[in-house]
């Protein structure tokens, strides 16, 4: 039992030093000659009926596998000395050490052929980056746009955030509430009431503003709007109660124009 | 426009397309030429060639697989790279107008010349070893990073030196490995 233990510890390390050989000719660039490939192969062969584990076979797998990256090695540097390039490395080394700095210098400017490049700045370059230079904001003034400034934390009141546009003055879901209210007390014929009767307003602004929040009436089921064609007019009809389910399939988007010209004739319409 | 004309205008254009640098890496690729010159481009660097001779300059073509056996094929053109390079050689005191000392381009044949002896890859301890044979220790190390910038080597994870497009380009590597054999 021992004595096939013992084997088998000898097999494992013989294995482990062959692919350390060939790794070490495939790193170093060494000969690969070196490597006596018949001999390991029977090392191989005599340990391969011993293995039985897994972990033992992957061993003689691994091996077999840097044989074969040192055969193809080898196979390279037979096609490379068979090359006009081919010259013996030690002779090469030999040569190297032996011949003075001016000698080896001039070997090298005989077989050198230096690239020709031009770096030169042209007068359209130079044009373009004069253009560039004077559109371009003094340092002094780009960092004074991107500084943040640190200030002391104070207080401010709820007055002065809304008139600094920081918050509204009220929240937009009672603003729309309240929006219908008035729509609902405004209401005249037949429960409903013209869309810029509704929407008119003393400026341009507000009128533009009060558009924009009827468009949020109709949107969130608040109020309806009713065209007719005949006729050319948009009413607008509020709910009584808001409709939170929304037809997606009769959904539709009505654009309507306020702009500065319909709002005067409105205005116009309306001093009549 | 006359055929004369187009030729002549294609040649100016060419030309300013290989001197002037527009990339990280001088010349151009030959898609990029085929782009800016159109599919005859191959004529035009010849023609350009032909002209650049009286000024000892030439258009070298560097083949991305090598020097092909045979005459290339249009694919192999369209990604080759061509450089404008000296047609002959320069002396000792141009070489030192470009920058270059008499132990740095020394310096730089023995790391080429053991490169190529090692069949493309050398360990850059090795070469460096070469080379505190005859340069200044602190030199050594600094020398190869200066090649590996230039583009002359280039050193990979293992730490061997090899080859690097600017020695592809600028070098004729066998007459170099001649001309150390027969002295």
Redesign the interface.
Known sequence: MSAIKKKKRLGKEHLHRVIDLCRSVH???LDPFLVEVDDIIEIIQTYFPEWDNPEELCLDAETVHQLASTIKLQS??VK?RST??Y???F???E???K?P????????????????????ISAKSLADSVKYWQNLVPLHQRWQNSTQFQTEAGTTTFEELVKQQIIAKEEFSNELEQFWMELRAKKVDDEKIEYWDFIGAPTYEETVERAYMTSFLVTYGYATLEVDRLEEMVFIKPFKKPRQKVDLKQAASLPIAVSFNDWSSWKEGVKK | MRKKTYYATQIKRAAHLLFFKSHRKPGMKGWELKKKLGASYPRILALLNSNLDKLDLQVKTIFEEGVPETKPTQEQLDRARFYVTLRGSITSKESKMMGWRIDDIAGLTVTIATVIAKKGRAPREEVERLLRDKLPNWRVSSNIDRYIRAGYIDEDEKGNLYLDWRTRAEVEEKTLLDLLMTK
């Open positions: 790193e170093k660039g390279e540097w490379h006009s390039l010259t013996d490395p002779l090469i080394e040569k190297l050490r011949l700095l001016e000698e080896i210098e001039a070997i090298f400017l005989n077989s050198w052929h230096p690239i020709v490049e031009l770096e030169q």
